[in-house]
T-cell receptor
Framework: ETGVTQSPTHLIKTRGQQVTLRCSSQSGHNTVSWYQQALGQGPQFIFQYYREEENGRGNFPPRFSGLQFPNYSSELNVNALELDDSALYLC???????????FGQGTRLTVV | GIQVEQSPPDLILQEGANSTLRCNFSDSVNNLQWFHQNPWGQLINLFYIPSGTKQNGRLSATTVATERYSLLYISSSQTTDSGVYFCAVSNFGNEKLTFGTGTRLTIIP
């Protein structure tokens, strides 16, 4: 059974650029959620994808968008990067109807 | 939305000591998970425990759903137990996890 994997592990971008982060869900899972964790804080929910559609969204602007693919993997896209977008981005996968979530190792994004 | 509070925010202990971490939440939940965040940032699942008691080696957890709190016990602490421990919950019909602010545990040799 493969766990949740994210890529890349680290990324440095310039303010105003766009970034795409990737996540492969755990085998047997069909739901992917994305979280943003700023330094010294707990993770904050960005959105969730199920059956290739957004299934719930947290308090994040539209420049945060996502995709889910038929194999249940997912992408998080952030446009017009701001310095405050610097954070650890975590992906979690789960099986719809079974609340327990499993997390990947995260992507650390630095915006300069 | 649901509120989650963790205490204490910081805990420094000698190796071998026992510790109790607390998580209070403001509403009924159908999911409560305890995580250990390692130095590289990954959230390691410790327990999925919306109610009842579970044990895994030196770690155990109890959730009293009717009183809206959960406790994580760590016995005979080791330096590898150091890190941040998070409690996260979700409630019925809403699968997003709401995290507490964490407890930073430091185990001194």
């Amino acid at each position: 059974e493969t766990g949740v994997t994210q890529s890349p592990t680290h990324l440095i971008k310039t303010r105003g650029q766009q970034v795409t982060l990737r996540c492969s869900s755990q085998s047997g899972h069909n739901t992917v959620s994305w979280y943003q964790q700023a330094l010294g804080q707990g993770p904050q929910f960005i959105f969730q994808y199920y059956r290739e559609e957004e299934n719930g969204r947290g308090n994040f602007p539209p420049r945060f968008s996502g995709l889910q693919f038929p194999n249940y993997s997912s992408e998080l896209n952030v446009n017009a990067l701001e310095l405050d977008d610097s954070a650890l981005y975590l992906c979690a996968s789960s099986l719809k109807g079974v609340p327990e979530a499993f997390f990947g190792q995260g992507t650390r994004l630095t915006v300069v | 939305g649901i509120q989650v509070e963790q205490s204490p925010p910081d805990l420094i202990l000698q190796e071998g000591a026992n510790s109790t971490l607390r998580c209070n939440f403001s509403d009924s939940v159908n999911n409560l998970q305890w995580f250990h965040q390692n130095p590289w940032g990954q959230l390691i699942n410790l327990f999925y425990i919306p109610s009842g008691t579970k044990q895994n080696g030196r770690l155990s957890a109890t959730t009293v759903a009717t009183e809206r709190y959960s406790l994580l016990y760590i016995s005979s602490s080791q330096t590898t137990d150091s890190g941040v421990y998070f409690c996260a919950v979700s409630n019925f019909g809403n699968e997003k996890l709401t995290f507490g602010t964490g407890t930073r545990l430091t185990i001194i040799p």
